[in-house]
């Protein structure tokens, strides 16, 4: 009994500390919007209405959010980075914090404080291009990133000769972090499709509800990165 309850908590503390972050929040309101947009299809309806709330809502957790990747620009990065890689993540952080500092006008348009509406569209309409270029950025990090722990991973098996790869505590984590990152590399590269979408580039091909369905995916993998881990419960 004493060990079922101490369970319970414990997944209780898991699922608090998760909804305690506003970053876990906002994926689980982006979960709903681009759902909501799949349901509705782009008619109008009680789904839309969600999906336009929505959207609006979550513009308010990402207030000031443009700090994060201005920091991730100017700082260093790891030794041994490529330089193509390099460039490639600091376009993205510059790209990334863009998109997010005029997402904030476009909150400040649609909640009628910045009377220019007009300018405020423009500006919402390029920030989608700065996110879709960071999402180019990202899927091509990714898979520089794949690659360069493919190569380590083959050099550790060349090392273990006829010994276990998977009882190699160094691959066993090479491993972890390339599957973590391919799960990026998929999210990345269909949110290229969703910022198509919102832009209407293909608007024959990329419809409001193909939009709908990757950007409700790419959604429920933000949470999925998200989770916590879960700790060990001793048992007597």
């Known amino acids: 009994m004493g060990t079922t309850l101490d369970v319970s908590r414990a997944e209780l503390a898991l699922v608090v500390m998760y909804l305690n972050k506003a970053e876990a929040r906002d994926k689980l309101c982006r979960a709903i919007q681009y759902g909501s947009k799949f349901l509705s299809g782009g008619q109008p309806g009680t789904a839309q209405n969600v999906d336009k ?39 993205k952080n510059a790209l990334l914090s863009t998109f997010l500092f005029l997402d904030q006008i476009v909150w400040l348009g649609r909640s009628g404080i910045y009377k220019n509406k007009e300018r405020a569209e423009l500006l919402g309409r390029i920030s989608l291009f700065c996110w879709m270029g960071s999402s180019v950025c990202t899927t091509l990090v990714e898979v520089g990133e794949i690659g360069r722990l493919s190569s380590s991973m083959k050099k550790i098996e060349k090392g273990l000769k006829h010994g276990n790869k998977y009882q190699d505590e160094e691959y066993r984590a090479k491993l972890k972090q390339s599957n973590e990152r391919s799960l990026a590399l998929i999210k990345s590269a269909m949110d290229i499709v969703v910022a198509a979408g919102l832009l209407q580039l293909a608007p024959k091909k990329i419809t409001p509800r193909v939009t709908g369905a990757f950007g409700f995916i790419t959604s429920i993998i933000s949470c999925y990165q ?11």
């Open 53 to 91: 709330s929505t959207s609006l809502a979550r513009k308010v957790f990402r207030l000031f959010k443009f700090v994060n990747d201005l920091h991730g620009l100017i700082s260093p990065v790891p030794k041994g980075t490529p330089l193509p890689l390099v460039l490639l993540g600091k376009s």
């Open 226 to 236: 998200l989770l916590p881990t879960r700790p060990k419960i001793k048992t007597p």
